[in-house]
T-cell receptor
Framework: DQQVKQNSPSLSVQEGRISILNCDYTNSMFDYFLWYKKYPAEGPTFLISISSIKDKNEDGRFTVFLNKSAKHLSLHIVPSQPGDSAVYFCAAPDNYGGSQGNLIFGKGTKLSVKP | EAQVTQNPRYLITVTGKKLTVTCSQNMNHEYMSWYRQDPGLGLRQIYYSMNVEVTDKGDVPEGYKVSRKEKRNFPLILESPSPNQTSLYFC????????????FGPGTRLTVT
């Protein structure tokens, strides 16, 4: 059973517009969430995170929103730039399962920002 | 430069031929782990290590071994590779259990024929 879900495999937006990437989770014990960005032929790189005690975290053009009641988080990129074209993964630490520190990843959303 | 390195980056091998993928980090991190990425499945953890000489299974450990004799190195060993282990492998490290941000290596693309 997938505990972290990214239901949109791909998203295409125009340069300068907003990109919204969504992520849902099923485990109510998750209390921290991370977004990673991955370019082809590179490892994932950390982008932004949010603790469950907050509902919003902002870092420059990137903002993550958390709705605990809906078990939903979203990553907003404003304005989108062609260099943001990458695969974005949502992840949550599995602190209560058998693997301490294991990050449970969603399947990723491929963002394409068109000039 | 703080980084996680993996070698080799690309490897084609045959079924049953033992291989090792090396992983090294220069950040003095306690926690290290291995993931595999497969199309449509995202990243799944294979093994992890919370410190030297402490290793444990992740979600998909079958067919893999690891060792952690030094803090900086965490090799992944495939004793008898099979075609279903064809995948993209990532090593990652972090400060420790209380630090959730993991730093990833560049990946090793393995093909087993």
């Amino acid at each position: 059973d997938q505990q972290v879900k990214q239901n949109s495999p791909s998203l295409s937006v125009q340069e300068g517009r907003i990109s919204i990437l969504n992520c849902d989770y099923t485990n109510s014990m998750f209390d921290y969430f991370l977004w990673y960005k991955k370019y082809p032929a590179e490892g994932p790189t950390f982008l932004i995170s949010i603790s469950s005690i907050k509902d919003k975290n902002e870092d420059g053009r990137f903002t993550v929103f958390l709705n605990k009641s809906a078990k939903h988080l979203s990553l907003h990129i404003v304005p989108s730039q062609p260099g943001d074209s990458a695969v974005y993964f949502c992840a949550a630490p599995d602190n209560y399962g058998g693997s301490q520190g294991n990050l449970i990843f969603g399947k990723g959303t491929k963002l394409s920002v068109k000039p | 430069e703080a980084q996680v390195t993996q070698n080799p980056r690309y490897l084609i091998t045959v079924t049953g031929k033992k291989l090792t993928v090396t992983c090294s980090q220069n950040m003095n991190h306690e926690y290290m782990s291995w993931y595999r990425q497969d199309p449509g499945l995202g990243l799944r953890q294979i093994y992890y290590s919370m410190n030297v000489e402490v290793t444990d299974k992740g979600d998909v450990p079958e067919g893999y071994k690891v060792s952690r004799k030094e803090k900086r190195n965490f090799p992944l060993i495939l004793e008898s590779p099979s075609p279903n282990q064809t995948s993209l492998y990532f090593c990652a490290s972090s400060l420790g259990q209380s630090s959730y941000e993991q730093y990833f290596g560049p990946g090793t693309r393995l093909t087993v024929t």
